[in-house]
């Protein structure tokens, strides 16, 4: 036996089990989320009609987000951390590495003795180099504004890779397609509702157990495309250097030339046209809908390695294709940019675009 060969399949159900455990976490949170408003309403209704006369017509006030998570910010007040995220990470990694320690242990009883899984995920350690060990790379909540706002656009995200190349994911949304329902706790079996999207390589991609596929017959006209604008500029080691006095003004002049661009973008798109263009906040998420056939093109050129490891697989698993922002190969040791559709001709056209504003520039 190969010292990287794992059995696959004992992986991916380690991972869903591992993805349904934080699937029950973020339920816990919509949970507490809407009877904690519903306490917080109830409550500032009764002080508010001790102290201000019913007639003047005040209305209480909604409890912000803050009062409902423990919210601190990480990079920006638009990348959020909660106490949420923290909880589904300790759970998948607590079922991962149980996994990954017995099959070490099996490996090293084989003969291959430093045989190890890596880890890297967003929240212990991000800035981890990919090595070909195995490795998990772990998004615990991808959308965590939109989890936070409680929008159903939020997904967990779990891909292994071998020799730096995905060759097994899981794509979890706990909240869709029940979304308007009330969370519905383990069924009889234990499993959380929600959609579940495999994919191991060579076996194609499924949800909830049932193979996708793209809608590769999509012509440019008839596309439904996600392509949203930039939020977080990320000045590179040569630019604050070259700015070391005012960082902040590279920083905002950064954005304002990254926001043209995607204007630009997004101005030609709509004329060309398309058949609809739409934002979403859960890069993996929205990879999953590539493969499904929801979406069938999707330009993103600030995810990390734990936003598109997964949903790369599941792409080209259900017959799409993938590519860097430049429109060359995907490769996601060089660039974690990433240009996903139904089939070649669309993609072609998204990298087109791209680099007539040099798009792919502002992430090097």
Known sequence: ????????????GAAIEAARKAGGIMWDFYKYRR??????ASKMQKDASDSVDVSS?????????????????????????TYYDKLCDEAIMNVLQQYSSTVENQKRGAGYTSFRFGFITEEICPDKQLEDVPTWIVDPIDGTMSFVHGSCDCCVSIGLTI??????AVIYCPFLPSINKNPPGPTSSGVYAGEMYTAIRGQGAFLNGRRIVVQTDTTQDAAMVVFGYPMRPVLSAEEREKNSNDLEKARKEKHCQMLDAAAHIRKKLAMCPVQGLRSYGACALI?????????????????KIWDVCAGNLLVTEAGGVVKNIWGDEFEMERTTTIIAGANEKLVSFAAEICNEVSYG???L
């Open 1 to 12: 036996m190969a010292e990287y060969d794992i059995n696959l399949e004992e992986a991916l």
């Open 35 to 40: 009877e904690t408003i519903a306490t917080i």
């Open 57 to 81: 017509g005040t209305e209480a006030v909604n409890p912000s987000v803050s009062q409902l998570l423990d919210i601190k910010a990480k990079t920006s007040t638009t990348d959020l951390v």
């Open 163 to 168: 020799k730096k190349e995905t060759v097994l």
């Open 287 to 303: 990879l999953a809908f590539v493969a499904s056939g929801r979406i069938d093109l999707y330009m993103e050129p600030s995810g």
């Open 361 to 363: 520039r502002f992430w």
